[in-house]
């Protein structure tokens, strides 16, 4: 039961709307239709629903969270007259969608990020480790990029901990298992595309604390233990854009588009470095091994996921085809 007196703060803020919580104990996350238009807390929903459903039935064996999703709210409805109050003044009733919060990292590894981060920027890094707004602090693993190399002095003038990015080589520098990280997100492109059917279109991937109630099996792996980050999931969220795919080339075309429009957390076929082409190959690998899982013996899809991977691939070498031959005009006109 949502606590109707202690006011709502701002988490978080995307094109499909604001995400809304309150600091007194429940693990209730609010996202208001406030957004850009096209966007869909009703369409967030019903994903959200049917990749739970897929997630129950075809359960991952590594460390894999989707936040609970409890309700959606219209503006019409009675919880707005218990609740808008709790909201800022000037906010409308709207349409809004309640599911779990997903753990913020505690402090005390935060500060450690704000470190990476801010080096040689000491008021900066004051100025974040002191700020509320910056208390809500989620990473974004992006398998599918690496960050330059930088002078010891910060080049930011602001900096936020929420959905921090952090990039494959910090991920190789901190001693983080990308390896594992790399198989539970093909784990989860696998069982959102062949269980739920859908295109998994501008998902996230966070690394967050696991839930404190987690009971999952004793076969599974329940957590990523790491000394820097401490005991920690991968979570998926934001189901808004995601569309329902055909069992065709046409879906496996729509699928293709998604993953590579999508920011860079998965690995790419067109890293360029050698590291990343042997992630590439780990999440390739698992991806597909999991699809059969899935799909089961027999089964008149058996072939979609290896052809999906192959049009990843034709699609990272002409993007690497492009950048080679754009680089190589801007040596010409030097």
Same mark, same amino acid.
């Given at each position: 039961?949502?606590?109707?007196?202690?006011?709502?703060?701002?988490?978080?803020?995307?094109?499909?709307?604001?995400?809304?919580?309150?600091?007194?104990? +429940?693990?209730?996350?609010?996202?208001?239709?406030?957004?850009?238009?096209?966007?869909?807390?009703?369409?967030?929903?019903?994903?959200?629903?049917?990749?739970?459903?897929?997630?129950?039935?075809?359960?991952?064996?590594?460390?894999?969270?989707?936040?609970?999703?409890?309700?959606?709210?219209?503006?019409?409805?009675?919880?707005?007259?218990?609740?808008?109050?709790?909201?800022?003044?000037?906010? +409308?009733?709207?349409?809004?969608?309640?599911?779990?919060?997903?753990?913020?990292?505690?402090?005390?590894?935060?500060?450690?990020?704000?470190?990476?981060?801010?080096?040689?920027?000491?008021?900066l890094s004051a100025f974040v480790k002191g700020n509320d707004d910056d208390d809500c602090c989620l990473i974004r693993p992006y398998l599918g990029r690496r960050r330059e190399r930088e002078a010891n002095t910060s080049r930011f003038q602001r900096f936020s901990l929420r959905n921090v990015p952090l990039h494959i080589n910090q991920m190789e520098d901190l001693g983080l298992d990308y390896v594992a990280y790399a198989q539970t997100m093909a784990d989860a492109l696998a069982m959102m595309h062949w269980g739920a059917e859908v295109d998994a279109n501008d998902v996230e991937f966070v690394l967050a604390?696991?839930?404190?109630?987690?009971?999952?099996?004793?076969? +599974?792996?329940?957590?990523?233990?790491?000394?820097?980050?401490?005991?920690?999931?991968?979570?998926?969220?934001?189901?808004?854009?995601?569309?329902?795919?055909?069992?065709?080339?046409?879906?496996?075309?729509?699928?293709?588009?998604?993953?590579?429009?999508?920011?860079?957390?998965?690995?790419?076929?067109?890293? +360029?470095?050698?590291?990343?082409?042997?992630?590439?190959?780990?999440?390739?690998?698992?991806?597909?091994?999991?699809?059969?899982?899935?799909?089961?013996?027999?089964?008149?899809?058996?072939?979609?996921?290896?052809?999906?991977?192959?049009?990843?691939? &034709?699609?990272?070498?002409?993007?690497?085809?492009?950048?080679? &031959?754009?680089?190589?005009?801007?040596?010409?006109?030097?």
């Amino acid at each position: 039961m949502l606590n109707a007196n202690n006011p709502y703060r701002c988490i978080g803020k995307g094109f499909c709307g604001s995400v809304w919580a309150a600091e007194d104990g +429940t693990n209730h996350a609010i996202k208001r239709e406030d957004g850009g238009p096209g966007r869909s807390v009703t369409n967030d929903y019903n994903m959200h629903l049917q990749i739970i459903r897929s997630a129950n039935q075809h359960r991952p064996s590594m460390p894999l969270a989707i936040p609970q999703c409890q309700s959606l709210i219209y503006s019409n409805n009675m919880w707005w007259v218990e609740n808008l109050h709790r909201f800022p003044a000037g906010f +409308t009733e709207c349409r809004a969608l309640i599911s779990e919060r997903i753990p913020k990292m505690p402090r005390s590894i935060s500060d450690k990020l704000v470190d990476l981060f801010c080096a040689g920027n000491p008021s900066l890094s004051a100025f974040v480790k002191g700020n509320d707004d910056d208390d809500c602090c989620l990473i974004r693993p992006y398998l599918g990029r690496r960050r330059e190399r930088e002078a010891n002095t910060s080049r930011f003038q602001r900096f936020s901990l929420r959905n921090v990015p952090l990039h494959i080589n910090q991920m190789e520098d901190l001693g983080l298992d990308y390896v594992a990280y790399a198989q539970t997100m093909a784990d989860a492109l696998a069982m959102m595309h062949w269980g739920a059917e859908v295109d998994a279109n501008d998902v996230e991937f966070v690394l967050a604390p696991p839930r404190a109630s987690s009971t999952r099996a004793s076969s +599974t792996r329940t957590s990523f233990p790491s000394h820097y980050l401490g005991e920690h999931v991968m979570w998926i969220l934001d189901f808004d854009c995601v569309r329902h795919m055909s069992m065709d080339e046409a879906g496996l075309k729509q699928a293709c588009a998604a993953f590579m429009r999508n920011d860079p957390f998965y690995p790419r076929p067109d890293g +360029t470095a050698t590291a990343d082409g042997a992630l590439w190959w780990f999440f390739k690998d698992r991806f597909l091994a999991t699809s059969a899982g899935i799909l089961g013996d027999g089964s008149p899809h058996a072939g979609l996921p290896r052809r999906l991977m192959e049009l990843i691939e &034709e699609e990272g070498c002409r993007r690497r085809k492009r950048k080679e &031959e754009l680089q190589e005009r801007d040596e010409d006109t030097e």
